[in-house]
């Protein structure tokens, strides 16, 4: 039988204090890192340079760095979809069968079609809140009468 031997209780790190008081300070670059910097310093602009006339001549992974870097890939796109307008609870099965139909016929995609849904189940639940809060104002409307 083998037993784990502890730690002194007074030997660990305290809460807050670092074990290397005076390591590279939090936000320091390393020195690998600046000695990149050094280097491609004055050599950026050129490198810019040749990436462009490599992307105008066809090379799309050069392309794809540029435009990635430039005009980064939206997050959130807007997706254009059809739903019914949607009052009462009544109005829920024919938006869900909406949505599910457009993912059917390849307009949304299925995570596209699951996010809408999403939304439509928090339109319901506010539906059923704002009755169910109605339906409370009412009882307590005839319960104060009696």
Known sequence: MTTEKETPRDTRFKPGQSGNPNGRTAGSRSKVLLALDVLGEGEAEAIVLAMVEKAKE????????????????????????????????DDLPGAVAAITRQVADGELSPDEGAAVVTLVEAHRKAIETHDLAARIAALEERMSTK
């Open 58 to 89: 066809g090379d799309s992974t050069a392309a794809r760095t540029i435009l990635d870097r430039v005009w980064p890939i939206r997050k959130g796109a807007r997706v254009p979809f059809d739903l019914p307008t949607v009052t009462t609870a």
